[in-house]
């Protein structure tokens, strides 16, 4: 009966368990200043290694409550591979799968699950995960690339196109040019048709 658990189990994949769980590991969500701290309390998100020149991402920390952590593991498993009602939410984390593996797609979204499920929480309201425009936005990220670079090559054709017809209509004035002045040569001598020759002009 708990108004926040009814609140969170709006989300697929989030039952009962899974909420009352979260309710009770945050308990205050007011100490959370930003809603992305929870993914780090909870140990989901990568660890940095730093040695001298060395940067590398390493795996997640693990740190904080494992019950939890392995409920929206679940969770998220269940929104991807289970739930059939498409959202937002199941196509970004469809994009990191293909780009990354099954695995890290869900722990990535475990842990945006997490972040979600503080901010509704936090201020009371219900966010459209099945809105289908934001669903359809995810799904044509592919599509945006490959129109902008159609935008772009076509801008570069239309370009020359534009160019080499400029220089045409240079070349056509210059031949225009050069025809009238062709005209106004006045010849030295003028075909006469009862001479049968050329008659000088005087």
């Given amino acids: ?29 007011q100490r959370f200043r930003n809603s992305k701290t929870v993914g780090s309390i909870l140990g989901l998100t990568p660890v940095l290694n730093q040695s001298g020149e060395s940067h590398r991402v390493g795996r997640v920390s693990l740190c904080g409550d494992g019950m939890m952590r392995t409920l929206l593991y679940e969770a998220a498993q269940v929104m991807l591979t289970r739930v059939k009602k498409w959202s937002w939410l199941k196509a970004w984390a469809m994009n990191v799968a293909k780009r990354c593996g ?5 722990v990535a979204l475990a842990r ?28 044509t990220g592919k599509a945006v690339k490959e129109r902008d670079k159609f935008r772009h090559r076509r801008k570069h054709v239309l370009r020359g196109a534009m160019d080499e017809a400029s220089s045409l209509k240079h070349s056509d004035r210059s031949l225009t040019a050069a025809d009238q002045a062709a005209n106004q040569i006045v010849p030295l ?11 000088p002009i005087r």
């Fill in 102 to 106: 099954l695995r890290k797609a869900i």
């Fill in 112 to 139: 945006r699950l997490a972040v979600i499920m503080h901010r509704m929480w936090v201020d009371g309201t219900l966010i459209p995960l099945d809105a289908g425009g934001l669903a359809s936005r995810y799904l």
């Fill in 189 to 199: 001598h003028s075909p006469d048709p009862t001479l049968g020759g050329l008659k």
């Fill in 1 to 29: 009966d708990d108004e926040v658990c009814r609140r969170l189990m709006t989300i697929s994949g989030v039952g009962p368990v899974v909420a009352l769980a979260y309710t009770a590991t945050i308990d205050i969500p």
